[in-house]
């Protein structure tokens, strides 16, 4: 039998490096002993058309891209029941879950860990119908990830982040948030809630400290509303996987969260998945245990 990987790639992802490493791609695959089954994405939200035609000659899903990318892909796959191991190729910007699984950014290094092929089943999140991987968030700084736009991110890289996230700062609006657990109700004033699959998100590393991709478990971060001066340091401190120990930061681990805007508050209507532009609230959130097969470094 073949053994043939579907290999997606999303050219206008990142500084769009992926289209000079196809040539590395073919050469290390098929010398491998696999056939790659190549399927660009053409536009904007088109990666379903790259897993229509799958068969039981394919061995894994291979995508080269950054966190959106990887993000439409596990969505795709978990509504088709997909139940292919995905390899995640990291050729975007903040590549935040290529990079907590291990894979390199180095392109060549990390198609050399895809073809190691040691397989992960890791949780994955659901929120309202859509699947995500690494974090789920809303409000004022969240906002930062969707609408930097792409062109400035992918020239500035992850540079963008910081600017625009200075420039929100300093026109913050916290909205008002009923937040549920299995364990928990909180309501209040917030400037933002990020819900944790990994512990990393934006370019910024070990932000939630206690999270694990396979303990069954998110982690809630919310940052109550306080004055700004005081808040930015906390929130430099959070950026900078600090221990974080504030009356205005809460931390919950727990598997469901339900977030409901309180009153008719219309300047956050979405959330944002994986660094992308996410359900409308309210959410809810539920944790899928070791629900997806991924390919890890
Ligand atoms: N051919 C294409 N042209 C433009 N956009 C595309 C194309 N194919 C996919 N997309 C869109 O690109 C977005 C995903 O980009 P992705 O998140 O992978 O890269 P990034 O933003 O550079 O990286 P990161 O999220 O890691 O910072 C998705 O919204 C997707 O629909």
């Known amino acids: 039998m073949t053994k043939k990987v579907k290999f997606i790639y999303n050219p206008a992802a990142g500084d769009r490096s992926v289209i000079r490493y196809l040539d590395n791609f073919f050469e290390k695959f098929q010398s491998a002993g696999f056939k790659l089954d190549v399927y660009r994405s053409m536009e904007e939200g088109d990666f ?29 796959m978990q509504q088709k029941n997909i139940e292919l191991p995905l390899g995640i190729i990291p050729t975007g910007t903040a590549n935040d879950f290529a990079s907590y699984i291990g894979m390199s950014e180095n392109i060549e290094r990390s198609i050399d860990t895809i073809l190691k092929w040691k397989i992960k089943e890791v949780d994955i999140g ?24 792409t062109e400035m991110k992918n020239r ?11 420039k929100e700062l300093t026109n913050i609006k916290p909205m008002a948030l009923k937040i549920t657990s299995s364990q928990r109700e909180i309501s209040g004033e917030f400037l933002a809630f990020f819900i944790f699959n990994s512990k990393d998100a934006g370019g910024f590393k070990n ?35 600090k221990n ?54």
């Open 156 to 166: 500035l890289g992850k540079v963008a982040y910081y600017l625009y996230g200075l």
């Open 207 to 241: 932000i939630a400290q206690f999270a694990s991709i396979d303990d069954g478990l998110f982690d809630l971060i919310a940052i109550k509303s306080a004055n700004i001066i005081k808040i930015s340091s906390v929130i430099a401190d959070l950026l900078q996987g």
């Open 48 to 76: 379903r058309n790259g897993l229509d035609d799958l068969s039981e000659d394919h061995k894994a899903i291979i995508i080269a891209g950054g966190d959106g990318s990887a993000s439409n892909v596990i969505n795709i």
């Open 126 to 149: 659901r929120v309202n119908d859509r699947f995500f991987l690494n974090v789920c968030a809303g409000g004022v700084i969240s906002n930062i990830a969707h609408r930097t736009e």
């Open 244 to 297: 974080i120990n504030n009356d205005n930061i809460i931390y919950i681990q727990d598997e469901y969260f339900k977030i409901e805007k309180i009153g008719d508050d219309r300047a956050i209507e979405h959330c944002d998945i994986d660094g992308e532009k996410g359900p409308r609230f309210p959410l809810e959130i539920q944790l899928l245990p070791k629900a997806h097969k991924i390919i890890s470094g």
